[in-house]
């Protein structure tokens, strides 16, 4: 299994002396599936849905997706399936089928999107993604324009006031209610069941996953970054491929501990 040691600093916890029961918490973008262009292009590979399924069952219902994307949105790209989910980077959360908590939509967003559709109506490659309850602005089509993009979020972030946060990523930047976070939904679901009393996984790959890998740190769990980059997380793995080869074997076999994670 290809796995990429974590920087110096990072002290790798040992996982594999027994067979834990674990919630595992799974980012979507760079994670489950490769980044894309934009942000519909994605792909999913048609056995994730199926396997999270089998997964979910294994591991008692402990398993949720942790992502900056709508609820909605997930749900179309792993339909006819359907999971316990933290969207909109902790803005919503459900369990159980129910939609438990929701930001309200913070009264000075519509103005911001306002001004994030001028900024990409006047150049060629950026894209703004309305979430309703966040907005977030892509350069991923026009890398060259990145400065003038971080710039725009950082003074419209600015104008928007304390209600709102702005929130890095790869290629993109998100206004999001500023209670919103992935590290908060996460805590908030291992409050209840089926995650009481499991130890926590969270798998990411982007700064935006920084605030679950620092919870599930402080939770004495294990968190795992996909990829390169300076991170918080205590191991690695090198792609959303190798992370769907464990989570494909772990559904064959029927059964998913921490220790598949930590496997040389």
């Given at each position: 299994?290809?796995?990429?040691?974590p920087?110096?600093?990072n002290?790798s916890?040992?996982f594999?002396t027994?067979e834990?029961?674990i919630?595992?918490f799974?980012?979507?973008?760079g994670?489950?599936?490769?980044l894309?262009?934009?942000?519909?292009e994605v792909?999913?590979?048609?056995?994730v849905?199926?396997?999270?399924e089998?997964?979910?069952?294994?591991l008692?219902g402990a398993l949720?997706?942790?992502?900056?994307?709508?609820?909605?949105v997930?749900d179309d790209?792993?339909?006819?399936?359907?999971?316990?989910v933290?969207?909109?980077?902790?803005?919503?959360?459900?369990?159980a089928?129910?939609?438990r908590t929701?930001?309200k939509?913070?009264e000075?967003l519509?103005?911001?999107?306002?001004?994030?559709?001028?900024?990409a109506?006047?150049?060629?490659g950026?894209?703004?993604e309305?979430k309703?309850?966040s907005v977030a602005l892509?350069w991923r089509?026009?890398?060259?324009l990145e400065e003038d993009?971080l710039?725009?979020m950082h003074?419209?972030?600015?104008k928007t006031?304390?209600?709102v946060?702005?929130q890095e990523?790869?290629s993109?930047?998100?206004l999001v209610p500023a209670?919103a976070?992935?590290?908060?939904a996460?805590?908030?679901?291992m409050r209840?069941p089926?995650?009481?009393g499991r130890?926590?996984?969270?798998?990411?790959d982007?700064?935006?996953?920084?605030a679950g890998?620092?919870m599930?740190?402080?939770?004495?769990g294990?968190s795992?970054r996909?990829?390169?980059?300076?991170?918080?997380a205590t191991r690695r793995?090198a792609?959303?491929t190798?992370?769907?080869?464990?989570?494909?074997?772990?559904a064959?076999?029927g059964?998913?501990?921490s220790?598949?994670f930590?496997?040389?």
């Amino acid at each position: 299994m290809d796995l990429i040691e974590p920087e110096s600093g990072n002290q790798s916890r040992d996982f594999a002396t027994a067979e834990q029961e674990i919630a595992l918490f799974l980012d979507f973008d760079g994670t489950l599936v490769e980044l894309a262009p934009l942000p519909d292009e994605v792909k999913v590979d048609r056995r994730v849905g199926p396997a999270l399924e089998k997964l979910r069952s294994a591991l008692g219902g402990a398993l949720a997706l942790v992502s900056g994307r709508p609820i909605s949105v997930l749900d179309d790209f792993l339909t006819p399936h359907r999971f316990d989910v933290a969207g909109l980077h902790g803005a919503q959360v459900r369990l159980a089928g129910e939609v438990r908590t929701e930001s309200k939509v913070p009264e000075t967003l519509r103005e911001a999107t306002r001004e994030l559709v001028r900024f990409a109506n006047s150049h060629v490659g950026i894209i703004v993604e309305d979430k309703r309850i966040s907005v977030a602005l892509h350069w991923r089509l026009a890398p060259q324009l990145e400065e003038d993009a971080l710039a725009l979020m950082h003074k419209v972030a600015a104008k928007t006031g304390p209600s709102v946060r702005l929130q890095e990523g790869k290629s993109v930047a998100e206004l999001v209610p500023a209670e919103a976070s992935k590290g908060g939904a996460i805590a908030w679901l291992m409050r209840e069941p089926p995650y009481l009393g499991r130890t926590p996984v969270f798998i990411g790959d982007d700064i935006t996953d920084e605030a679950g890998f620092e919870m599930v740190n402080a939770l004495g769990g294990l968190s795992i970054r996909i990829g390169e980059g300076q991170t918080c997380a205590t191991r690695r793995l090198a792609s959303p491929t190798v992370l769907r080869t464990i989570l494909l074997e772990a559904a064959e076999s029927g059964s998913l501990s921490s220790h598949a994670f930590s496997q040389g």
